[in-house]
């Protein structure tokens, strides 16, 4: 049964800097788009940053740009998000997703996600 797992999340102050993991399992995960998502209290849900099949082309919100990373690592079935910077509005759970569509080249909306993580939670305290 495909699974996404997610982890890392934590609490930590404005500033500092977190590394969310998302390992993948069941299905053929290095063959489909990725993407990271949060939804903060109250808000819907929104996309961080997405990445295609293979690494070399990824997808910021403008929230986001310059402060977080995307990557991934086919060969140990995981995805990553490096946040540095945080701000208190960066406060959320996270979540990964997966597309199996070939038509989704990159992620850069919740729109064809097959699969979700059950998330993980960032307190960013100030």
């Known amino acids: 049964q495909a699974q996404l797992v997610e982890s890392g999340g934590g609490l930590v102050q404005a500033g500092g800097s977190l590394r969310l993991s998302c390992a993948a399992s069941?299905?053929?995960?290095?063959?489909?788009?990725m993407g990271w998502f949060r939804q903060a209290p109250g808000k819907e849900r929104e996309i961080v940053a997405g990445?295609?099949?293979?690494?070399?082309?990824?997808y910021y919100a403008d929230s986001v740009k310059g402060r977080f990373t995307i990557s991934r690592d086919n060969a140990e079935n995981t995805l990553y998000l490096q946040m540095n910077s945080l701000k208190p509005d960066d406060t959320a759970v996270y979540y990964c997703a997966a597309a199996r569509s070939v038509t989704i080249v990159i992620v850069t909306t919740d729109i064809g996600m097959d699969y979700w993580g059950k998330g993980t939670l960032v307190t960013v305290s100030s």
């Open positions: 990445i295609n099949w293979s690494g070399s082309s990824t």
């Open positions: 069941g299905s053929t995960f290095s063959h489909y788009a």
